[in-house]
């Protein structure tokens, strides 16, 4: 919703976030694939090659390090929200533990609050949930 805001960069780095929080429970389910294809199409860039068994290639805080504007810290923080509770995880407590440490992680990287977190997570199931409303009532 948001992502388009970001600079070329800040798009890579983001892709980058998200694959990782994607692969991070060893289980990259067809809902994140359609969920970053979508990443994709909002910021108009291809996706990037993400290689989860080479940890050369990827370092999450150099990554997070990289994201120094507060706004865009924001945007990847409540973006990569849609993509852990799209998969119809009602509560951030209950995302399993290696996505969740990946969005504490970024918490404490941008200097974010746990009160960020919490919010971004209710606003973001409200809009998944307007998300599906909308495409259901499309096909009444």
């Known amino acids: 919703m948001f992502l388009n805001l970001l600079n070329r960069e800040e798009k890579v780095a983001f892709l980058e976030i998200a694959h990782h929080i994607a692969w991070s429970n060893d289980d990259f389910s067809d809902t994140q694939k359609n969920i970053i294809a979508t990443y ?11 290689d989860r068994n080479d940890e050369q290639s990827f370092n999450l805080s150099k990554t997070l390090a990289k994201v120094t504007n507060p706004r865009s810290q924001r945007i990847m923080l409540l973006e990569s929200m849609a993509l852990v509770f799209g998969e119809h995880v009602s509560h951030l407590d209950n995302i399993h ?12 990287a ?3 609050s746990k009160s960020h977190a919490i919010i971004y997570a209710e606003w973001t199931k409200a809009m998944l949930s307007l998300s599906t409303q909308g495409r259901a009532l499309i096909e009444l």
Do not use: G, P, S, T
Request: glycine share 0%; aromatic share 8%; with cysteine.
């Open 40 to 50: 994709c199409l909002e910021m108009q860039i291809e996706d990037i090659q993400y």
């Open 97 to 108: 533990k290696e996505e969740k440490r990946v969005i504490d992680e970024m918490i404490q």
């Open 110 to 112: 941008f200097a974010l």
